[in-house]
């Protein structure tokens, strides 16, 4: 049932259904990387009726982030993490959010989430989304990672792939940030926007959907 008084649930439960919106709402999704995939997704989560989330960044906020990242310009120089509640919350005053400033490393990366139902990868860095994927591929959680979403003009390629039962990748798996593929919202909220579909569809009895009926998704 919606919380007393929030109209932005009480709206979304009668596009939903109070069924469906009592599911989503006691699922915790933790979110590894608050830039531009995990601000994103943290922001289609919030607006698909999630409210419990644990968001982890060791960032701050830069004015090169403001192109595709969900922050805003009086926001520059704060830690992601509590710039992102703050934002999230203006959608949802009843979220359930856990704003850890923190680096993931080999120390952690396996405790860190351990209460969270799912988990999303939304690093930058190849050798931090191995780190996070090494440590969630063999466990019950549902995990969603990303790779190959730079540039524009690409946006058809960004796929979901269902590689395990529990572990879904988007991205067209090829473009990499560089010269001629620049970092931009056109590409990262399109993987951001199918990572938050993966995550809805899974909790709601519907990966078979996510999937279309095989690996892939467009």
């Known amino acids: 049932m919606a919380a007393a008084g929030n109209g932005f649930e009480e709206a979304l439960s009668r596009v939903l ?45 830069d004015y090169s982030n403001l192109n595709r990242q969900f922050y805003f310009a009086a926001q520059v120089g704060r830690r992601k993490v509590d710039a992102l509640k703050e934002n999230l919350l203006l959608v949802n005053p009843d979220l359930e959010i856990e704003a850890v400033h923190a680096r993931i490393d080999a120390g952690n990366v396996k405790e860190i989430f351990a209460c969270c139902d ?33 540039g524009w003009g690409r946006s058809e390629g960004i796929r979901i792939r269902r590689i ?32 938050a579909d993966v995550v809805l569809s899974y909790f709601l009895g519907e990966d078979d959907r996510a999937a279309s009926g095989g690996t892939n998704r467009g």
């Open 118 to 150: 799912a988990v999303v990868e939304a690093f930058d860095r190849p050798e931090a989304k191995k780190l996070l994927v090494e440590a969630y591929l063999d466990t019950p959680k549902l995990l969603v990672a990303a790779s190959g979403l730079a």
């Open 17 to 61: 259904g109070e069924q469906r919106l009592a599911r989503i709402r006691q699922v915790k999704v933790g979110i590894a990387g608050a830039g531009g995939l995990g601000s994103n997704c943290a922001l289609f989560l919030v607006r698909s009726g999630f409210k419990r989330l644990r968001i982890v960044d060791c960032d701050t906020v």
């Open 164 to 195: 395990r039962d529990t572990f879904y990748l988007v991205g067209d798996l090829v473009s990499g940030v560089g010269p001629d593929l620049p970092p931009l919202a056109l590409g990262v909220c399109t993987a951001a926007a199918k990572q």
